[in-house]
């Protein structure tokens, strides 16, 4: 629903300034294909995330491995970052090209419990291809960003051509500013029922959905407490958003409340 919402932003802003969503959509899809398929190096790269081996973290490999195997997946690759702010994220454009990253602190401040949890999550994530529900999304709102700024060029002067331009530059005037703002209000949307379905499918698949609740408790209370180092650019794929401040208003997360998130899991029967 959310994306068909998308879909129809981009239409009405391609029929305001009278220019084909095809060119738009085109070019935002090579810019982000481009970015998908090389997703995982491009982010592990960001985040300073070490790929690791199972002789390094022979728990963490088992853990990952049965989880995968339960979900139905090949393992994924590993990485950890070095941070005092515990999380995790997924990235890679396919099951069979994916990576689980986890903050070193997560290892060090979750139990057993909690941590399969979180990765059962990162899995879940995985399992939906919501990498690239990502990717499809951010094309659709980047095509919007080219529309509007299109239209800067495209708007015809005020005065010249009658009523019918006056109302075209109107209609250029309001795609410029509120398109890219109504686009990016329904990719926050999307994100944040693809986390809601991420800790569903991760108190399923580990069906520890306390374990995980306490997970988040705890991750949302170090990001509180301390701001990640990192790039913000990276938020929507951590368990719990490091990067925003505490005035960020709910609207414009990337993440559902964690205390939302928690309440639905303490309810979640298996």
Do not use: C
Not at 10 to 39: E, R, T
Not at 45 to 64: C, D, G, N, Q, W
């Amino acid at each position: 629903m959310l994306f068909a919402v998308l879909t129809g932003i981009l239409l009405a802003a391609s029929y305001a300034i009278g220019v084909s969503p095809l060119l738009a959509i085109g070019l935002a899809a090579v810019l982000n294909l481009g970015v998908y398929w090389f997703s995982d190096r491009l982010v592990l790269a960001m985040s300073r995330a070490k790929k690791v081996s199972e002789t390094e973290f022979p728990e963490l490999h088992a853990t990952i491995k049965r989880l995968a195997s339960n979900a139905g997946l090949p393992a994924p690759s590993i990485a950890v970052v070095k941070s005092s702010v515990p999380n995790a994220f997924a990235t890679g454009r396919s099951p069979s090209h994916a990576t689980i990253a986890v903050h070193s602190s997560l290892l060090e401040n979750l139990n057993n419990d909690e941590l399969e949890g979180v990765l059962a999550h990162e899995m879940t994530h995985i399992k939906n291809y919501d990498t690239l529900t990502s990717v499809v999304v951010a094309t659709v709102a980047g095509a919007i960003s080219y529309l509007a700024q299109l239209s800067w060029f495209l708007t015809p002067a005020y005065g010249y051509g009658g009523q019918r331009s006056r109302d075209s530059g109107l209609g250029a005037v309001l795609t410029i500013f509120l398109a890219p703002i109504a686009a990016l209000l329904v990719q926050l949307a999307i994100s944040r029922t693809r986390e809601f379905a991420a800790d569903e499918g991760g108190a399923r698949l580990s069906r520890k959905p306390i374990a995980l609740a306490s997970a988040l408790e705890k991750i949302e209370k170090s990001a509180t407490q301390r701001r990640a180092q990192g790039n913000p650019a990276l938020s929507q794929l951590y368990i719990v958003n490091p990067f925003r401040g505490s005035a960020l208003v709910e609207l414009f997360s990337t993440h559902p409340p964690t205390r939302k998130r928690v309440a639905r899991l303490q309810q979640f029967t298996i």
